[in-house]
C-alpha cells in the first residue's frame, strides 16, 4: 500500500491455518408392522443411514450474516487482499467471503469467547482487544464506514470502484485515515486481513479454500493423518492432492450402534462397540 507494493498473493504464501470440526450424523429408523400373516422372508436390509448435515464445505453456499451489499464489499475486498494472479485464484473463488460470514454468524462473530465488557478505552497493542464491539458488529460498521468513504472520495460504493482505487481506500483504512465515530477502522482492517487470511488456508469444511486453492498454492497436503503410510519414505518427493476432514469422513466413517458416525476421531468406539470382524 502506501510506499510498498500492494498486497499479493505472495505475502500469504508463508502463513497457513487449519482447524477441526465435528457434524455427527443422527440416523432416522422407521417401524413397519404386518398387518396379514406372509410366508418367512429373507431378514430386511437395515434401514440407510444418510447423513444429516453434509459437511459445511459441501453444502450450497447461503450467506447468513451478510447483507447483498455486505457480502459485495467483502467479496471486492478479500480479492484485492489476496488477488487472482499467474499462481492462481484468488480470495473470491476461494470462498474466503463466504468463510467470514459463517464464522460472523456463529461464536466468533458473537465473541463468545472475548472479554467484551468494560473498562473501555485506550490500551497498549500487547493488551489485546479492548472493544465493547463483537466482530459481527465491527464488520457491520466497518464495512458501511468504508463504503461511505468510497463514496464520498470517488463517487462510487467500494465494490463498484477499479482495482486501483479499491485499493487506495484499503490503504487508507489500514493507515488510519479513514475514520468513523462507531468504529476503530485499524481494527476493522486487522479483522478483515487475518480472516482473509484464514479462510484461503483454512480445512474447506469452514466455507472457504474452495477446492482446496489455498492448500494448493503452498503445496499442503492437509490432513495429516492420512498420509501415515508415507512417513518412512525417506528422500522421496511426496507429491499428493490434498486431503481435508471432510473428505476423510467419507473415507473413513465410524459405526456406532449400527449408523455411520461423521467424526474421524469415533472409529475406535465404533470398532470397538461392534461385534469382531463388523468395525
Known amino acids: ?30 417401524a413397519a408392522a404386518a398387518t396379514t400373516p406372509s410366508p418367512p422372508a429373507a431378514a430386511p436390509k437395515p434401514p440407510a443411514h444418510p447423513m444429516a448435515m453434509p459437511a459445511l464445505g ?17 467479496e471486492a475486498a478479500v480479492e484485492r487482499l489476496i488477488p487472482t494472479d499467474r499462481h492462481g485464484p484468488g480470495g473470491k473463488d476461494a470462498g474466503v467471503a463466504y468463510y ?9 462473530g458473537r465473541g463468545d469467547t472475548m472479554y467484551t465488557h468494560g473498562p473501555w478505552g485506550a490500551a497498549l497493542p500487547t493488551q489485546g482487544y479492548q472493544l465493547r464491539l463483537t466482530p459481527a458488529q465491527v ?32 490503504a487508507a483504512i489500514e493507515a488510519g485515515t479513514v475514520t468513523s465515530p462507531d468504529v476503530p477502522m ?27 486453492i489455498g492448500w494448493k498454492t503452498i503445496c499442503f497436503p492437509g490432513v495429516g493423518a492420512v498420509y501415515y503410510a508415507a ?41 470397538a462397540q461392534s461385534p469382531k470382524g463388523t468395525a
Not at 525417506?234 to 461423521?262: C, F, H, W
Open 1 to 30: 500500500m502506501p510506499d510498498r507494493p500492494p498486497l499479493s498473493r505472495a505475502a500469504f504464501v508463508a502463513i497457513g491455518a487449519a482447524a477441526t470440526a465435528a457434524i455427527v450424523a443422527e440416523p432416522a429408523v422407521e
Open 58 to 74: 459441501e453444502r450450497p453456499e447461503a450467506y447468513a450474516y451478510f447483507t447483498p451489499p455486505e457480502v459485495a464489499f467483502v
Open 100 to 108: 467470514i460470514d459463517q464464522q460472523l454468524f456463529g461464536r466468533y
Open 139 to 170: 464488520y457491520r460498521l466497518g464495512i458501511a464506514a468504508a463504503d461511505a468513504h468510497a463514496m464520498t472520495t470517488y463517487g462510487k460504493l467500494f465494490h463498484a470502484l477499479d482495482g486501483a482505487h479499491q485499493d487506495a481506500v484499503l
Open 186 to 212: 485499524k481494527t476493522f482492517f486487522g479483522m478483515l486481513l487475518g480472516d482473509t487470511t484464514q479462510g484461503f488456508f483454512a480445512d474447506p469444511m469452514y466455507g472457504g479454500n474452495r477446492d482446496k
Open 231 to 271: 512417513i518412512d519414505k525417506r528422500n522421496t518427493p511426496y507429491v499428493v492432492a490434498p486431503v481435508g476432514i471432510a473428505d476423510e469422513m467419507k473415507s473413513q466413517m465410524a459405526i456406532l450402534d449400527g449408523a455411520p458416525v461423521e467424526h474421524v476421531q469415533t472409529r475406535v468406539a465404533g470398532r
